[in-house]
């Protein structure tokens, strides 16, 4: 079992910056990809980004340039660096790990952006 703890959502105004953190614990030996997704009201959950334990990552292009995944393998943790953020980002967004075949979630994290 990995177990996932994703911190740092709120609620920040148009142009602002938050920073997300997902901490794994549990059994993480072998984690390969950790990533962001996230889901807004009414619509279905999407990937934002992810990122290898070697560093390669891949981003959706709606936050390309703005937001940025990095990861701390010594530290079992990834973070999202967001910047420049618009309304349209508004959404729960939840953590994602793989170990082997099999994909966990942490609970999701807020982050509404309004003025």
């Known amino acids: 079992q990995v177990q996932l703890v994703e911190s740092g959502g709120g609620l920040v105004q148009p142009g602002g910056s938050l920073r997300l953190s997902c901490a794994a614990s549990g059994r993480v030996f072998g984690i390969v990809p950790m990533g962001w997704y996230r889901q807004a009201p009414g619509k279905q959950r999407e990937l934002v980004t992810f990122?290898?334990?070697?560093?390669?990552?891949r981003i959706a292009d709606s936050v390309k340039g703005r937001f940025t995944i990095s990861r701390d393998n010594a530290k079992n943790t990834a973070y999202l660096q967001m910047n420049s953020l618009k309304p349209e980002d508004t959404a729960v967004y939840y953590c994602?790990?793989?170990?082997?075949?099999?994909?966990?979630w942490g609970q999701g994290t807020q982050v509404t952006v309004s003025s």
């Open positions: 994602n790990a793989v170990v082997g075949a099999v994909a966990y």
């Open positions: 990122i290898t334990s070697s560093g390669t990552s």
